[in-house]
């Protein structure tokens, strides 16, 4: 029997890459799921971060296993939630991505990392890590100064930052996974492939 075919149901450069590093063997497909619709749609039923990051990366694994015959499927997503809850997306522009940073400035966020293993449409695997990430008090200047020379960096990354990056910079503290903060909760997913024994152990 054939190990089965790892497939990643992501466009993000980072998971790929945090895959590719680890050594895992796998494909990336785009899931053709409309998380800005779903999203809206579970925060407002009220649902938590934790828990929406949890239902979009199975909603992203479910959807594409379902046409990828007997390949398991990873579905990944990331939601960050400031220290009263508010959750934060990714920045539109410039000027919302300086106004997410004065939101955070100063304080603690939350980053839920999820990823779901779904097989012919239903979750075999599930896990959730959560990082807890202080940001100092930022000046206007620096605030200007960072979203102007990274833009291009942290237009799609939720909290403007790459923590790999100058998004360093922002922070006082870390508590938590360098690969929760990338977006992945790497470490568990590699126990998984490993107890499952799809890479040696």
């Known amino acids: 029997m054939t190990d089965p075919i790892l497939v990643l149901a992501s466009r993000s450069q980072a998971r790929r890459a945090m895959l590719d590093a680890a050594g895992v063997a796998f494909e990336a497909l785009s899931p053709n799921v409309d998380e800005d619709t779903l999203k809206e749609g579970l925060k407002a039923e009220g649902i938590t971060a934790r828990n929406l990051a949890d239902a979009l990366a199975e909603a992203k694994a479910v959807r594409l296993s379902s046409r990828t015959g007997g390949a398991w499927v990873l579905g990944a997503d990331q939601v960050l939630a400031l220290d009263d809850g508010t959750i934060l997306d990714k920045p539109v ?43 100092r008090s930022l000046s206007e200047a620096f605030i200007d100064s960072y979203v102007e020379s990274e833009w291009e960096q942290i237009r799609h990354c939720v909290g403007c930052y790459e923590i790999e990056g100058k998004g360093a910079q922002l922070f006082s503290a870390i508590t938590g996974s360098h690969f929760t903060i990338m977006g992945l909760p790497l470490l568990h997913l590699l126990d998984f492939l490993r107890v499952r024994g799809v890479m040696p152990s």
């Open 93 to 135: 522009d410039v000027s919302e991505a300086k106004a997410h940073l004065r939101l955070m400035s100063g304080r603690k966020h939350k980053l839920s990392s999820a990823a779901v293993i779904a097989e012919q449409g239903k979750p075999i695997w599930r896990h959730v890590d959560i990082a807890t990430l202080s940001v």
